[in-house]
């Protein structure tokens, strides 16, 4: 199955170790991993950063200067709504929070994700 | 139609979606810095490093406002 985003972002693998992979991942990817962590709850651009670092085990580092675009991206999709409102900490930013139509790309791109992972797997299968 | 009015209107709405991305970004390296310093960095440092971190601001405003003319403008 052939993925049709051909656009490419750049996401640093981060480890304890000094030594750093960069790998490059999909478009598709990324607004997998932000509209999954919104499906959550409404976020900011830093928390939503922050979140998916948390949970990738402090493995994935998403770059500002993808991820801001791809929260724009996504926002004039009409996936994601924005307001802006008082963080925790007080400060004026800018949250996002899914739409409905942003659930259903969400369930559509996890479908694509296993997909994905299922045809990497069969081409890893030493069998 | 009034071409004048629609350009005027036109021209203050990029401004203001402009300033919006401006605020949007400062304020994430705000966060960050507010973050670096409760982990025990100095003020100075931290906003060093949540500068250093964010890489090129200028850069990413330039190529998230340079998104699809096809995608509709902002609400």
């Keep these: 199955m052939a993925i049709s985003d051909s656009s490419r972002v750049s996401t640093t693998m981060t480890e304890s170790r000094p030594y750093q992979n960069r790998i490059e991942i999909l478009q598709g990817t990324l607004d997998l991993l932000v509209l999954q962590t919104l499906a959550r709850g409404e976020q900011h651009g830093h928390g939503i950063s922050q979140a998916i670092r948390a949970r990738s085990g402090e493995l994935l580092s998403v770059e500002t200067g993808s991820l801001y675009p791809a929260l724009h991206r996504l926002e004039k999709k009409g996936w994601l709504d924005a307001e802006w409102k008082s963080s925790e900490n007080n400060q004026r930013a800018k949250y996002y929070r899914l739409t409905k139509a942003g659930r259903r790309q969400l369930a559509a791109e996890q479908g694509r994700w296993q997909l994905l992972v299922q045809a990497v797997s069969g081409v890893l299968d030493p069998a | ?72 403008p902002g609400k």
């Design chain 2, 1 to 72: 139609m009034n071409w004048l009015a629609f350009g005027f209107r036109r021209f203050f709405k990029r401004q203001e979606i402009e300033r919006e991305l401006d605020e949007e970004l400062a304020s994430h390296i705000a966060m960050e810095t507010d973050l670096r310093v409760r982990a025990g960095d100095s003020p100075e440092a931290a906003r060093s490093g949540a500068l250093n971190e964010f890489g090129n601001m200028g850069l990413v405003a330039e190529v998230t406002r340079e998104l699809p003319p096809w995608l509709s």
